[in-house]
């Protein structure tokens, strides 16, 4: 079973304009970490932001927020005024407790941000 | 401070070839693992390894070797290379994570690309 379900295989938002990236996942322990990994078109993965599972408030990291909804096991990536740089591959990930640190990916959102 | 290095950038291997790639890292951390990432699609974790000394399978290990002989050096062998090999591999490091917060980010090298033909 998938433990990282990104549903969205391409995305498109307008120049400034807001944008939300699914991540839902499947885990039973308790105590888990949910991250969300950048990859442009040069290949590199960049660390966007973090969310654990006990953690009361959403993440937020300059323009990029985490909408954490546990119940419903999502961990969905928000974009605020999206640039064209923001244009690139979107990983969320999970790191479950006990499994040396180990992150499972998702299959990736590609974004395309236009003017 | 160079974080993950990985060398080749770039290879073209013939099928039945093998070849290695090298991982360092000079941010003393303990948790060393190897991604595979096939066109279009997530990372899938090969092996990893918490420690010198210390390796284990990840999701997909078949047709890899890797050793830890040191705290910086985490080298990926391929043997008997395939076309199904085919694909850019990450390196990536990080601290153990031992509780909450964003302890045990990976930090990634900028990944090898390897064409077996």
């Known amino acids: 079973a998938q433990k990282i379900t990104q549903t969205q295989p391409g995305m498109f938002v307008q120049e400034k304009e807001a944008v939300t990236l699914d991540c839902t996942y499947d885990t039973s322990d308790p105590s888990y970490g949910l991250f969300w990994y950048k990859q442009p078109s040069s290949g590199e993965m960049i660390f966007l932001i973090y969310q654990g599972s006990y953690d009361q408030q959403n993440a937020t990291e300059g323009r990029y927020s985490l909408n954490f909804q546990k119940a419903r096991k999502s961990a969905n990536l928000v974009i605020s005024a999206s640039q064209l740089g923001d244009s690139a591959m979107y990983f969320c990930a999970m790191r479950e407790i006990g499994t040396a640190s180990k992150l499972t990916f998702g299959t990736g959102t590609r974004l395309q941000v236009t003017l | ?117």
């Open chain 2, 1 to 117: 401070n160079a974080g993950v290095t990985q060398t080749p950038k770039f290879r073209i291997l013939k099928i039945g070839q093998s070849m290695t790639l090298q991982c360092a890292q000079d941010m003393n951390h303990n948790y060393m693992y190897w991604y595979r990432q096939d066109p279009g699609m997530g990372l899938k974790l090969i092996y990893y390894s918490v420690g010198a000394g210390i390796t284990d399978k990840g999701e997909v290990p078949n047709g890899y070797n890797v050793s830890r002989s040191t705290t910086e050096d985490f080298p990926l062998r391929l043997e008997l290379a395939a076309p199904s090999q085919t694909s850019v591999y990450f390196c990536a490091s990080s601290y153990p994570h031992l509780g909450g917060g964003p302890d045990g980010e990976l930090f990634f090298g900028e990944g090898s690309r390897l064409t077996v033909l």
